[in-house]
């Protein structure tokens, strides 16, 4: 059964900095792509950034310059730094990991950015 955990979410200040983490396990075949969405009160669930194994990465233009998506192949970890955060940032980020049997995503994981 493939589980995604993620970890690294929280309250922060704006200009602040949080990097949140995700591993997942149980996959008999290789993530392809893995990345992370979000989902704010009241808004559809929106791609935030995604990597796919030895090609591009691609961001959300209202988060280019201020997070950076990376991943850790060998381990099955994606993770997302993010700097400069501003309150409309605020939402659960869920982790995603697509393979050739399925997509998969996390719980989410609480991101909260206010003064």
């Known amino acids: 059964q493939v589980q995604l955990v993620e970890s690294g979410g929280g309250l922060v200040q704006p200009g602040g900095s949080l990097r949140l983490s995700c591993a997942a396990s149980g996959s008999r075949s290789r993530f392809r792509t893995m990345g992370w969405y979000r989902q704010a009160p009241g808004k559809q669930r929106e791609l935030v950034a995604a990597t796919t194994g030895g090609g591009p990465t691609n961001y959300a233009d209202s988060v280019k310059g201020r997070f950076t998506i990376s991943r850790d192949n060998g381990q099955n970890t994606v993770y997302l730094q993010m700097n400069s955060l501003k309150p409309e940032d605020t939402a659960v980020y869920y982790c995603?990991?697509?393979?050739?049997?399925?997509?998969?995503w996390g719980q989410g994981t609480q991101v909260t950015v206010s003064s």
């Open positions: 995603n990991a697509i393979s050739i049997i399925g997509n998969y």
